[in-house]
């Protein structure tokens, strides 16, 4: 009789034990503030710069190399927005760099959805489609990130892939080229929030993404507030013309294009 008892409070705790864990993972939202540094990277120029002249190029383009973000999530939603900056530059934002940067991003993680918007040249626009597919290889290396244990996990995946809203000239020149540019990725999860969101274009790992590297770029979580009795509303890009990834980036080259011709164009 005893047994059978005992059988019984054991089973309805692990019922009751399932519900409320459920209940916790359902009502849990927060933030990630982010910060991102990107190594400049001068090419050829370099070379012809004493390092004076590169100390005064990185201070100039500061904002540009240095960004501040701010992720927003709950169970299956996140939101992705930069803080604005003023441009060192010209005291104004950075116009030409908005153009090719990354826009308020929503990731909707129950049906692998993005929404993101981009404004080009003056003109919105809203992406609508599907998460890209990061193939994580997850390792037994840890390491501390504030008060949070992380695990490492790679992954390799076409850049344009990764970057799609970015441009390059080699855009144009390469694109009847066959070979793939590939980008490695790097990244520091946490299974003490045991969500599958990150910044940017990451996410799929069972836990938040803490710190991620690829190409000159990483981005670091600088502090964590979560918040268990209620949800934080998650916005989602509405305003712009609805386009897919590849249509917008069809966009983007044939007035990349345009440009060069009419360019080409005034010099003959």
Known sequence: ???????????????????????????????????SKTKMDLGNWGARMSEAQKKQMASRLKNRLEKTYILTFNQYESFFKEEEKLDAIGGATDTWGANFSRGDQYKNLRDSTLIQSQEFYGKRFVIKDQLPKINWV?????????????????????????NWYNFSWNDLTNSDSEEVSMSTIEAWYTLQIPLGHGPAEFWGLPGLVLEVST??????????????????????????????IANYRKVVKERMEAMRNSYSRRRN
């Open 1 to 35: 009789m005893k047994y059978w008892i005992l059988s019984a409070i054991v089973i309805t705790y692990f019922f009751y034990a399932d519900k409320i864990e459920k209940s916790i993972d359902q009502s849990v939202s927060g933030k990630a503030y982010y910060y």
């Open 215 to 244: 190409g000159n770029t990483t981005i670091l979580c600088s502090e964590i507030s979560i918040n268990t009795n209620s949800s934080d509303p998650i916005d989602i890009p509405s305003k712009g013309e609805e386009t897919s």
């Open 138 to 162: 997850k390792g037994n290396e840890t390491k501390q990130i504030g008060n949070y244990l992380c695990f490492k996990a790679v992954a390799t995946i076409p850049t344009e892939t990764l």
